[in-house]
């Protein structure tokens, strides 16, 4: 993020998120498993980045395994204390962009366990109208299916002409999930969990590109 010329600010709570509202941000990023943070944290952070019109990316990690093996969260728990909606009588709309049917289905259903509307798009391109008729409160997505290419219109794109983009966080995933073993996932065999992102060459370069893109005003 330095070499792109931003100034990356590390905050560890609600109170200093406060202090360098007043500097205008570009974004906030957000690192739940790699610094612990509880869901009573999280939610304050959004709900103080929404008040001040700073858009909100966080980044997870998702494991799949059997029940019993399976050591991380729920997905669900974060993305409900993540999801704005827009009344207490609303339950949060969250647009689900993923490739594999199995992983969609997966993310569904422990969603909507908790109460949440998905809707899925295949690709971010499709993302785009659905979400003109969805409206979504929260948007999910594989890092590896976000857009990089200029001129390719994606999910942030639309958020931002909409005037949506500070008010719905976006959550990027990398999914440690072997393709051999997505049947037994959509069999119920095994499970989705939250774990830590990859932190790779490529998934970091990934990560600071959408961050540019979030943060451009």
């Given at each position: ?191 989705l969990f939250l774990a830590e992102r990859s932190t790779s060459a490529e998934v970091q370069e990934r990560i600071v590109d959408l961050l540019s893109r979030i943060g451009t005003n």
């Amino acid at each position: 993020l330095s070499d792109r010329g931003y100034r990356p600010v590390i905050v560890h709570s609600r109170e200093e998120v406060d202090a360098q509202i007043a500097a205008f941000p570009a974004a906030l990023f957000v690192d739940p498993l790699t610094g612990p943070i509880t869901r009573t944290a999280l939610q304050s952070l959004r709900q103080a980045a929404g008040a001040a019109e700073v858009p909100v990316m966080v980044t997870a990690g998702l494991g799949q395994a059997s029940r019993d093996a399976a050591y991380g969260a729920d997905p669900a728990v974060l993305l409900k204390a993540l999801a704005p909606r827009d009344s207490e009588q609303h339950p949060p709309r969250v647009l689900l962009i993923e490739e594999h049917a199995e992983i969609a289905l997966a993310l569904t259903g422990t969603l909507e366990r908790r109460g949440m509307q998905v809707a899925r798009a295949a690709s971010d391109a499709d993302a785009v109208t659905l979400a003109g008729q969805f409206r979504p409160n929260l948007v999910v997505m594989d890092l590896m299916q976000v857009h990089r290419q200029a001129g390719q219109a994606g999910i942030v794109d639309w958020l931002r002409a909409n005037g949506q983009l500070t008010r719905t966080p976006l959550v990027v995933y990398t999914a440690a999930v072997d393709a051999a073993d997505l049947p037994r996932l959509a069999s119920g065999e095994t499970v989705l969990f939250l774990a830590e992102r990859s932190t790779s060459a490529e998934v970091q370069e990934r990560i600071v590109d959408l961050l540019s893109r979030i943060g451009t005003n």
